[in-house]
């Protein structure tokens, strides 16, 4: 969930953050679009996308796709709770409903049923 963030320069980085800055007041945030370029840039950026999609007459949607009881690294659904509450929180998302954005938590299947799956 969490990355290295965004590594944009230049031109490339001036239009991510003209779309962060708009994502952030249209939901109605203070424009912090530089907050929004740290390790949880990817759902800021996917955050950012749904809307301009969404400007744009398409239906899109966000699912947070979650797995849990993975036995090759699990993570609990507490454990996910938390994750998506610091990436709220990071990103100043806390008191907001973000409209069109979801989670799904499925538990995971062990690998060797996908083996024979082409």
């Known amino acids: 969930m969490a990355s290295g963030g ?3 320069a230049g031109s490339s980085r001036e239009r991510i953050l ?4 708009g994502t ?3 939901l109605g945030l203070e424009t912090e679009p530089e907050r929004w370029l740290g390790r949880y840039y990817q759902f800021a950026n996917r ?5 301009w999609l969404r400007e744009h007459g398409v239906d899109a949607w966000l699912l947070h796709l ?3 009881d993975d ?6 659904r507490a454990e996910w ?3 998506i509450a610091e ?3 990071e990103l100043g998302l806390e008191e907001r409903h973000l409209a069109h954005v979801g989670v799904a938590v499925l538990p995971a299947l062990e690998r060797s049923l996908f083996a024979n799956a082409a």
């Open 81 to 83: 709770r938390e994750a």
């Open 24 to 26: 952030q007041a249209t």
């Open 87 to 89: 990436l709220h929180a």
């Open 47 to 51: 955050l950012a996308r749904m809307g």
């Open 71 to 76: 036995p090759h690294g699990s993570t609990s």
């Open 6 to 8: 965004s590594k944009a």
């Open 66 to 68: 979650l797995f849990v």
């Open 18 to 21: 003209d779309a962060m800055s």
